[in-house]
Every structure is written in structure tokens, then in C-alpha cells.
């Protein structure tokens, strides 16, 4: 008996103990951002240090995420008192599951991204945290290979095509690089790049006839890709290995590449189609889901982390440009300054065809994804026939824009009701 | 403690286990494959079973298993017969032999594609040596049979430690006495092996044959990493209806079929390779 009795003692200290730790724990910023060991570990640092409140930063994969995040949904109770994440997460979820964060008195500084972090609500359901873009990079190797007359920073599709085309001949193998493995972002190219360059729109024009160009062209640029690309996510790793010399990719997956060797890569803005320079924001954002624990304290790690300070810490940290307005600095990582330096030449060209990320599609962002990667797969590695493919594709592309009811977004032209497909 | 009792005292707390984290889960899992929003359906299986990638899937599930396990029978049939054979440094043998147990089957995935990407051990070697000019990139949409042969590496690698181990531990309990009584008769040791060592070696090739069958099937984080999209398996599929598409309908559909799968042949290896009753070792 008198060991059942201590071991009962033991088992109330331990959760008196437990229960104490849990009273005066760290807000959990439980974020699918800054995922890479040294970005954590610099939001930890440089970024949530100078924070009032202790923060205790965790970084996931996306499936670990959400599935924390449901399960504390489900039980009405949590441990989670900030997420962060890219706006298509949140757009997945139901707005009821956030809490309003309209009466903040912060906001970012774009009216889009503001609209956007509204979810379809009438409040923002998200503070809009920090943005990127998609940019292209190459190795300084390429440019003697740039065509007669070319101008890197005004380049067309067809200019890149034989560029790479000229770097495949010099090299003796292909040296264009894209993202087309597993984790690849090989989608926002052609919902954000080759679609709108080509055609002017994402969903309205998906079968179109320009839209079969868009998918030729990308088939040529597809003779002088890297035919290892359906294993490529992360582009800096072929850039900085010289398994590819010209690159599309996400600006901070890009990083590595200029911090590690500046003086070898130049970044410049994707190229122009007959429609203009489509491209694409990345927005990540920062939300208190409805069972945080201390809402206050929640949204002072908010307040936190909008402060122009913060902002230029946390682009240092991630090379995620700040979404308020701020005096950068001059000590940035050579990252930081050539993506900087990319995406403002490419928002700032006069063909710029700024797109704007998919909205309204709730939990079916996946599924829109899958339909231009299942497009890709079965035009360019299957080799199928691609006025039938995009028939064929159209017609789950329908589906999904029916089910949501998602009105069209930049650059298609707006609908009433859902985006229809043409 | 009631001697008829005990058996069932002692099973207990794994039984409990079990019902807690399996079969609990399971049922839920089950639950959700067969529901909607709507209430109970077949549209979940419908919709994976009707997506264009699920034939070619569950093509390259079995044609893996198909590949790969004959080949770990052998291996591990061959392995295991060596280290009872040995004298000195058997248990040292059977470490090193087992390493790969040890490692995670994303980390093995990992350590094939350092060699045989563009720019790996394997390339680096074949240049070294002078026989290509420059490194040939080898897991390409363009080589779909080499991608194979390099997934079908990894796995052979990874898993047949797995089946050694179990047929090591059948083959310590085959009594002396018959090899004894073959040598007397003159068998030879081809014989000995066909006459006795497989028949004996039922049990546990039934146990390794089942357990690698169904590892077999739910093969993932190797073809992620050396196949990229290029080989999709059906667990692949499992885990993008989850995370990609956020459709956990879809995905307990997978998982369910998955699991028919196994069931089927596991069921076929246990008739193939029953013990007749009443005969025992």
C-alpha cells in the first residue's frame, strides 16, 4: 500500500507540475513557415527574441500542421496561439475557425493582400505577415549564351527558349532547371507565369487556344530542361551543383544559392509572353485560431510581429519581403538584395501582368493545383496530345470551379458567380 | 493465479492496446472512407478508383512487389543459410547485415539518390574511372526502367534484412537430427536444403513472406525520393489525397484498398505455404 501511495504522490506532484508549466507557457507559434533548420532557428533569434513574451516557435510540414491544428479544433480546446502559414492554408479552412483580426489597428500596406486576408468574410481572418514572389536566376556561365540582342531583364518566352536552347548546344546537355519534382511549386509557374503570359487569364482561358501555345512553347523549353527536373524542388541545390544554369523558382528557395556563391548568379524577372509578364505574389500569413488560450497575448505577438523592425528581421531571416511599409536597410543578405532587385524590375516593367494567387477555392486549392500538374504530366512527360488533354482536364477544372462557386481573380476577367471556363 | 486464466491476464494489456491505437482508428478510418458531407456513399472509391493515375498506381504497387520480393526470398534464404553455417564472427556478420533495418526508409531513399543523381557517387565513379565523358543524369522521365531498377536497389537494400532475420531464427530451430540423418542416407546439400531446411522453414517463411508483402504495398518514402513523380505508388496517392488535396475521404478510401490488398495476399501466402496439421517440428 505505501507504494501505491507514493506512486500516487509522485503521479499528483508531476501533474501540479505539468499544470503549472501549462499556466505560464510560451504563445506556440505553430508555423508551416521558415521551415529549414537555420530559418527556425533565426525566427527563434533574430525575429520572436525581441517579443515581450517568451515564444516558443515551431516550424512544420504542412500534413503535421494541419493535423495538430484539427485535432485541437475538434476537441474545442488548444495549446496553438498563432499559426502561419501561406494564404492558400487558410483559404482551405473555415473562416468560423479563425478569429476576426479587423479591429487590430495593424494591417499590411496592400489593399490586395488586405481583401485577400478576408477570406470571403467581411473581416480580415488573417494579418498578412510577409510576401515573395517566383523570380529566375541563372549562373553567371549563361550569359554568353543570352541571344543577340536580348535583355536579361526584358526577356520573352522565345528569348528564353533559345537561350536555353544555346546553353543546351554550348553545355552539351540541357541546363534549364524547374521545379517539377514532389515538393516542386512547378503549379504557381503556370497559374501565375505561362497562363496569364500567354493567354491572359488562369481558369476562363485554361482550353483555349492560345493556352495550346502556351503548352507548345513550354514543350520546347521542355527540349532543353534538365531531364532530371521531376526530381527537383528546391532550385538553389541545381544551381549551386551546376546540374542547371537558368532556373525558375520561389525567391527564398533561391536563397541558398546567392548567399553562398553572390557572385556566381544573377536573378532577373520571368519572361514576357504575347500578353504580357505574368507573375505571382506569394503571401504568408499569421491568424489566432478560435481556441487559443490567451487571445491577448496572441495578438501582441501579432502587433509584434507587423512592426517595420520585426518586418526587416524576419526578411533577414526567411527572405520574405515585408508586407508594411519600410526603409530596407543596406546590410542584406545578397539573397534578399538580387530577389529584391528581380521582383521589382518584374512588377515595374511595362508589360507587367501581375496575377493574383487562386481565391475562393476553400478546400479545393489542392485539386485546382492537381489539375495544371496533371495537365503538365500528361502533356509534356506523357507527350500526349494537347488540344485533348486540356479537354479532357477542362472538364474537372469545371467541376471544381462549380462546386466552390469561385469568382474569377487577376488577371481573368471578373465573373459574375463562379469563374466559368471557356 | 488460475492456471487457465493466466494466458488470457497476459494477453491482455496488448489486446488493449491494440483495440485502442488499431482497431479504434481503423473503424474511424473506415467510417470516413465510406461517408460524405451527404451521408453514407461509395463516391470516395469512386472518385480514387476513377482518377487517372490509380491504374498506373496500383500497377507500379504490384509490379514492385512483384520485382523485388522473389529476389529478397532468395537473398535472405541464401544470407540466412550462410550465417548458420559460420563459425566465428556470426554474430558480427548478422549486424552489419542488418543495418539497414535501423535506418528510416526516407533516409534510404536519401542515401540512393546521392548515387545515382546527376551529380552522385555512382556518376562520380563511372567519370573517375574514364568511362563516361560527364555525368549522365539517370532518374529521368526519359529512363523510366533505370528509375525502376534504382527503386527496386533501394527496397532489395532496405527490407531484406527484415525476412533474414525471421528465417535466421526458423532455421535455429530445425532440429540437428534430420541433417544428420540426410548425411547418413547421402544427401547431398542441395538436397538437404529442397528436403529439409524449406519444408521445415515453412512457419517462418509464411511470417517474413507476409510482413515483407505488406511492407511491400505500402512502399512510399523510397519512391518519393528516388522517383519524384515519375513512379507513383499507391501510397504516394494515399498521402497527396491528404495533405495535397486535403481530402480525408479520399485518402481512408486509399488506405482501405490498400489494406484489401494486403489481406488478399496474405491470405494467399498463408494457403500457399500452410502447415498441415498435426505435423510439427
Known amino acids: ?422 | 493465479m488460475n492456471a487457465r486464466l493466466l494466458p488470457y491476464v497476459l494477453i491482455l494489456p496488448v489486446t488493449l492496446f491494440l483495440c485502442l491505437f488499431f482497431l479504434y482508428p481503423f473503424v474511424l478510418v473506415a467510417k470516413q472512407a465510406f461517408t460524405t458531407g451527404a451521408g453514407a456513399t461509395l463516391d470516395n472509391f469512386r472518385e480514387v478508383v476513377s482518377y487517372w493515375k490509380f491504374p498506373i498506381s496500383l500497377r507500379n504497387t504490384l509490379l514492385l512487389a512483384v520485382a523485388v520480393v522473389p529476389i529478397q526470398l532468395a537473398l535472405s534464404l541464401l544470407m540466412a543459410t550462410m550465417v548458420t553455417r559460420m563459425e566465428k564472427g556470426r554474430d558480427m556478420v548478422l549486424y552489419i547485415w542488418t543495418i539497414p533495418l535501423g535506418i528510416s526508409d526516407l533516409a534510404a531513399g536519401l542515401i540512393w539518390l546521392a548515387i545515382f543523381e546527376q551529380s552522385g557517387f555512382l556518376n562520380s565513379m563511372l567519370h573517375g574511372v574514364g568511362i563516361v565523358d560527364k555525368p549522365v543524369n539517370l532518374l529521368t522521365f526519359q529512363n523510366p526502367g533505370i528509375v525502376f531498377v534504382a527503386i527496386m536497389l533501394a527496397e532489395i537494400w532496405r527490407a531484406t534484412a527484415i525476412m533474414l532475420v525471421i528465417l535466421v531464427a526458423g532455421i535455429g530451430l530445425i532440429p540437428k537430427e534430420y541433417y544428420e540423418a540426410a548425411e547418413v542416407f547421402g544427401a547431398s546439400p542441395w538436397k538437404r536444403f529442397l528436403r529439409i531446411t524449406l519444408p521445415m522453414l515453412r512457419p517462418s517463411l509464411q511470417t517474413a513472406l507476409v510482413l515483407r508483402v505488406i511492407m511491400a504495398f505500402e512502399v512510399f518514402a523510397v519512391v518519393a525520393a528516388l522517383g519524384g513523380t515519375l513512379f507513383p505508388v499507391l501510397m504516394g496517392e494515399t498521402y497527396a489525397y491528404q495533405f495535397d488535396l486535403l481530402n480525408s475521404g479520399a485518402a481512408a478510401a486509399m488506405a482501405l484498398i490498400i489494406l484489401a490488398i494486403s489481406i488478399a495476399a496474405t491470405l494467399v501466402i498463408l494457403r500457399a505455404l500452410r502447415v498441415p496439421k498435426r505435423a510439427t517440428i
Open chain 1, 1 to 422: 500500500m505505501t507504494y501505491a501511495r507514493k506512486m500516487l504522490g509522485a503521479a499528483s506532484g508531476l501533474a501540479l507540475l505539468v499544470a503549472a508549466g501549462a499556466a505560464q507557457a510560451d504563445v506556440l507559434f505553430w508555423s508551416t513557415q521558415a521551415n529549414p533548420v537555420e530559418e527556425q532557428q533565426a525566427m527563434r533569434d533574430q525575429v520572436l527574441s525581441g517579443h515581450d513574451d517568451a515564444v516558443d516557435y515551431q516550424s512544420n510540414e504542412l500534413g503535421p500542421w494541419i493535423t495538430r491544428l484539427e485535432a485541437e479544433l475538434q476537441a474545442d480546446s488548444g495549446t496553438i496561439g498563432l499559426l502561419g502559414a501561406l494564404h492558400g492554408n487558410f483559404s482551405a479552412m473555415d473562416p468560423e475557425n479563425l478569429v476576426d483580426l479587423g479591429d487590430m489597428g495593424v494591417m499590411s500596406a496592400s489593399d490586395t493582400f488586405n481583401d485577400l486576408a478576408k477570406l470571403g468574410t467581411d473581416s480580415m481572418q488573417y494579418m498578412p505577415w510577409m510576401q515573395a514572389s517566383y523570380i529566375m536566376a541563372a549562373n553567371r556561365e549563361a550569359l554568353h549564351y543570352l541571344p543577340e540582342g536580348a535583355d536579361i531583364d526584358a526577356l520573352t518566352y522565345d528569348q528564353l527558349i533559345e537561350w536555353a536552347a544555346n546553353a543546351h548546344e554550348a553545355a552539351g546537355e540541357p541546363k534549364f532547371g524547374f521545379p517539377a519534382g514532389p515538393k516542386g511549386l512547378k503549379h504557381r509557374f503556370f497559374q501565375g507565369y505561362l497562363y496569364p503570359s500567354y493567354t491572359n487569364g488562369v481558369v476562363r482561358t485554361f482550353a483555349s487556344d492560345k493556352a495550346v501555345t502556351a503548352w507548345e512553347k513550354f514543350r520546347e523549353l521542355w527540349a532543353h530542361t534538365n531531364p532530371g527536373s521531376t526530381n527537383f524542388s528546391f532550385m538553389q541545390e541545381q544551381l549551386l551543383s551546376g546540374d542547371a544554369w537558368i532556373v525558375f523558382d520561389h525567391t527564398s528557395r533561391l536563397a541558398n544559392a546567392f548567399n553562398e556563391r553572390p557572385d556566381d548568379f544573377v536573378a532577373f524577372p520571368a519572361p514576357a509572353g504575347p500578353e504580357g509578364r505574368g507573375f505571382m505574389p506569394v503571401l504568408a500569413g499569421v491568424a489566432i485560431p478560435r481556441t487559443a488560450p490567451d487571445m491577448e497575448a496572441s495578438k501582441a505577438l501579432i502587433a509584434h510581429l507587423m512592426k517595420p523592425e520585426t518586418q526587416i528581421a524576419t526578411l533577414k531571416a526567411t527572405s520574405f519581403f515585408p508586407v508594411v511599409d519600410v526603409d530596407l536597410p543596406d546590410d542584406l543578405p545578397p539573397s534578399v538584395k538580387a530577389a529584391g532587385d528581380a521582383v521589382a524590375k518584374m512588377s515595374g516593367s511595362a508589360d507587367a501582368n501581375p496575377g493574383l494567387l487562386p481565391a475562393g477555392l476553400g478546400d479545393k486549392g489542392g485539386d485546382f493545383n492537381r489539375v495544371y500538374v496533371d495537365t503538365f504530366e500528361r502533356i509534356v512527360l506523357a507527350g500526349q496530345p494537347i488540344e485533348a488533354v486540356l479537354q479532357d482536364q477542362k472538364t474537372r477544372l469545371e467541376a471544381i470551379m462549380n462546386e466552390t462557386g469561385a469568382p474569377c481573380w487577376a488577371p481573368d476577367a471578373p465573373s459574375e458567380g463562379a469563374c466559368p471556363v471557356e
